[in-house]
């Protein structure tokens, strides 16, 4: 049931991340954005962290531009997790040369986020070309194969026992955030794969992969029909739902969701025109949250490319103030903010790889 008891005490805005003055406004929310909610105020900023004792790190950054899955150098390799639950696990892949064989994943839905490269996947509907900013969905025991052309191949790979899918946003109505058109879906085609005597299967099963030999190709058809099908989704046709003047909770910016996480697209848009409203991620909390935001682009920060971040969930995050006073002076009506990135939420507590230990040091 949806909590709907609300009171206040103390000093305390009328609209909440509006005229906060000399206030500090921390959120604190339960089931991301959704759940009941709790403004704290105060008079100092409160994410300014002298020092921490325990195993518990706020915030990790994992520079995925240095991360050597094994896919970089061995044909027959895999992406690497870097963060994980039983829920969702979120890896890179930086395959050079094409799968040397069909590959199946049965163990669940494959989102794909491609960084950098291009190439095609082979898949057993058609193939599927693919660019950097590309969401390719390749749903739970869907045949496939990832063909990169030559050059720089980086891509978030996000794994989902339960089935990924858009996420509806009923009130924003049929044609935004993503008008169901601009999905692009395979086109049945003559791969013109050489002939063999059998052709390998891959699949993984139960976090193993075994190897199915056939004496056809299973990435090859003729047509196909129905409502399980693979297809991508490019960043920059995902319109932007903001507000000039409020900032809006990223769930609103939800692309996929399944069961235990939902993957939220940032995109550049307008910023938040009302100079006394919030701007920079205001101080927040989500209790029921782990937070992961790879950064696909950010010409307007010093965010880097390809960096993966990991918040725990019921730790604070947001800008501190030195961050916050630096922003404030330079902000003018107009801007825009600039962060192109994908997140994954997930509602149980993500495991960090030793890959990503490693890389966030
Ligand atoms: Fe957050």
């Known amino acids: 049931m949806r909590s709907w008891i609300h009171h206040a005490k103390g000093r305390h805005v009328r609209q909440a991340r509006v005229g906060l003055g000399d206030l500090r406004e921390e959120h604190i929310s339960r089931q991301g954005f959704f759940g009941p909610v709790g403004m704290v105020y105060r008079e100092f900023g409160p994410n300014e962290i002298v020092r921490v004792e325990g195993t518990l790190v706020p915030r990790r950054v994992a520079d995925t531009t240095r991360a050597e899955p094994s896919d970089l150098s061995d044909p027959r390799g895999g992406p690497e997790v870097f963060l994980s639950n039983a829920d969702v696990s979120v890896g890179i892949s930086r395959r050079s040369v094409a799968m040397p064989y069909a590959y199946r994943d049965t163990d669940g839905d494959l989102l794909y986020f491609v960084h950098q490269g291009t190439g095609m996947f082979a898949t057993e509907f058609g193939r599927l070309p693919y660019e950097p900013g590309d969401y390719v969905l390749i749903p739970k025991g869907i045949t496939f194969s990832v063909m990169p052309s030559p050059g720089k191949s980086h891509m978030l790979v996000i794994e989902s026992p339960a089935p990924l899918s858009l996420t509806e946003h009923k009130q924003t109505g049929r044609h935004m955030p993503v008008d169901p058109t601009v999905l692009v879906l395979p086109e049945i085609c003559d791969y013109g794969f050489p002939i063999r005597n059998e052709y390998e299967l891959r699949v993984k099963h139960g976090g193993e992969h075994s190897s199915i030999f056939y004496r056809g190709n299973p990435l090859v058809s003729v047509g196909w029909k129905g409502d399980l099908f693979p297809y991508k989704l490019n960043i920059r046709d995902i319109i932007p739902i903001s507000s000039d003047r409020i900032h809006i909770a990223p769930a609103a910016w939800c692309t996929f969701e399944a069961s235990g996480f939902v993957?939220?697209?940032?995109?550049?848009?307008?910023?938040?025109?009302?100079?006394?409203?919030?701007?920079?991620?205001?101080?927040?909390?989500?209790?029921?949250?782990?937070?992961?935001?790879?950064?696909?682009?950010?010409?307007g920060s010093a965010r880097k490319p390809g960096t993966l971040s990991h918040t725990p969930q019921g730790i604070l995050h947001g800008a501190d103030e030195a961050t916050r006073a630096a922003f404030q002076a330079r902000r003018v009506p107009g801007m825009r903010r600039t962060l192109c990135g994908v997140s994954v939420d997930s509602d149980r507590p993500l495991v960090a790889s030793e890959a990503f230990r490693r890389l966030s040091g």
């Open 263 to 299: 993957v939220i697209t940032f995109v550049p848009q307008m910023a938040v025109a009302d100079l006394n409203a919030e701007e920079l991620p205001s101080y927040h909390r989500n209790v029921d949250n782990d937070e992961s935001v790879f950064v696909h682009h950010d010409a």
